[in-house]
């Protein structure tokens, strides 16, 4: 766990964004170093496990809400719009975590080989887990990011690793609800292909129609499926995507309100100012200056010497 911790920092050090973020070149693997407990995080979470090294997080996803903290793995099974806020760190002891997409071909694979168990009720249905991390997933975790010093190594190694993730994670207590998402007649599983319409189209309109045939469902149907797993409606979940993709323009390639206003398919920048004010608490011009303001005195301080 130390070292894993101590190649998390050292990587986040070069390669962080205002959140502490860190996307990598190794596919479906990202990180979090956080030296200061910050204000919530809005963002919309693929499918990943998430292994805290350190520090600990509060996340709310849908209508339930966890704290994770170091040596804890948390599990997001389906495409979920996640509140996330960091309530421990400190410059010593910055919050740390390993994110792994999962990857629902492998899921399939693999529980083809393991057998399948019975699938849950739309009533039993969950998305948000949280357990010790084993050692398996440390090791996994470790070598993926080892795949980052060796780029050309990683096309050959990294399916197997990932492999090897998924197995563990299949096998551990919460396997049951990742067959769910593997399974391709499940209503998360019928759900996911929708929502990959909506990601893909979120800077235009889908009729809901479009996405109610994708998902195999009755309108009426899956208006409740979707309700009942993501806690939005499909057009809430279409605006979430466009408001945080309308910040992150704002933040990391400096456009301004208005033209991010436009980039994610509105209309009207007023609309827009509405409801980035009601996600995000603030206008955007005013959240994008106290950011900014924030990255920038953070990086004051990283330059002083401790």
């Keep these: 766990m130390n070292s894993l911790k101590q190649a998390v920092q050292v990587y ?51 209508h339930q809400t966890r704290v994770v903290a170091g040596g804890e793995s948390v599990l997001v099974s389906a495409d979920m719009p996640v509140v996330g806020r960091i309530i421990q760190a400190s ?3 910055p919050y740390l975590a390993v994110a792994i997409d999962l990857d629902r071909r492998i899921l399939r694979e693999l529980t083809a080989h393991m057998g399948s168990t019975r699938t849950q009720r739309p009533s039993e249905m969950q998305t948000l887990f949280a357990e010790d991390t084993e050692a398996e997933l440390i090791d996994c975790a470790s070598r993926l990011i080892k795949l980052l010093d060796r780029p050309d190594s990683a096309p050959l190694l990294r399916p197997g690793i990932m492999q090897e993730l998924h197995y563990w ?33 979120y800077t235009s309109r889908v009729p809901v129609e479009q996405l109610a045939t ?93």
């Design 169 to 201: 994670l299949l096998s551990g207590p919460h396997g049951n609800a990742l067959r769910e998402i593997a399974d391709p007649d499940s209503y998360a599983s019928r759900l996911a292909a929708a929502i990959e319409i909506l990601r893909a189209n």
């Design 91 to 93: 410059q010593d002891e």
């Design 214 to 306: 994708e998902a195999g469902m009755s309108l009426s149907s899956f208006h409740k499926h979707f309700k009942h797993m993501t806690s939005l409606t499909p057009g809430q979940y279409q605006q979430r995507l466009r408001l945080i993709e309308a910040r992150r323009l704002m933040l990391d390639e400096g456009v301004t309100a208005s033209n991010a206003a436009f980039e994610v398919g509105y209309e009207s920048v007023s609309q827009f100012t509405r409801e980035y004010g009601r996600l995000f608490k603030m206008p955007p011009k005013r959240d994008a200056l106290r950011l900014q303001k924030t990255i920038g005195a953070a990086s004051r301080s990283a330059a002083q010497p401790r």
């Design 12 to 62: 986040a050090k070069h390669h962080a964004n205002h959140d502490g973020l860190v996307f990598t070149s190794v596919s479906g693997l990202s990180m979090m170093c956080v030296e200061t407990p910050a204000s919530d995080l809005q963002s919309v979470y693929k499918p990943l496990v998430c292994l805290v090294l350190q520090g600990a997080k509060r996340m709310t996803v849908g």
